[in-house]
C-alpha cells in the first residue's frame, strides 16, 4: 500500500526543487534509460531517515559539482511501483535497496550505493563518494 501523498510531497520536492526529473510510470522509466546515452544519475528516494539526513542531502550537494550527471531523476519507493520496480531492474545485480543511488553512463552502471553505504554515514562522506564517481565518468 502506497503512503499518503501529503506526506511523500515534500520528500519528492526535496530533489525536484533542485533539479531532478520524477520518473512515475514504467514508460517514463523506459524512455530515460533508452535516451540515457550520456550519464544518468537515478536516486530511489524513500520516506526513511536515512533518506532525509543523508542521502537526499549528499545527492543535492554533490550535484553542485562542476561536473556532474547530465540527467538527474528519482524513482519514489513504496509508491509508484512499477517505475521503481523497472528502475531497479537496471540496477542488477544489486538487490532492491531504498534509498540507493545509482550513476549509469551510456546506459550502463557505473556507479552504486546501496542503504548501507548511506545509512549511518555522513551527508558529506556520501557527497565525496558521489564527487568522486562524477568526477570518474561525467564530462
Known sequence: MPYPEFMV?????DLTEVGF????TLEEVE???KEAQDTLLVVV?????????????????AIQNER????LTTVF?????????????YMFP???????????????LVHMLERHHIEGRSAELIAENLVGAFEQHCA
Open 94 to 108: 544489486y538487490p532492491p535497496s531504498s534509498p540507493c543511488i545509482a550513476l549509469f553512463k551510456g546506459g550502463n
Open 9 to 13: 510531497t515534500p520528500m519528492r520536492k
Open 68 to 71: 556532474r550527471p547530465s540527467r
Open 45 to 61: 528516494n524513500s520516506v526513511c531517515g536515512c533518506a532525509a539526513a543523508n542521502a537526499r542531502p549528499a545527492v543535492k550537494k
Open 21 to 24: 526529473r520524477e520518473l512515475r
Open 77 to 89: 519507493a513504496g509508491m509508484e511501483l512499477d517505475a521503481v520496480t523497472r528502475a531497479r531492474e
Open 31 to 33: 524512455a530515460e534509460f
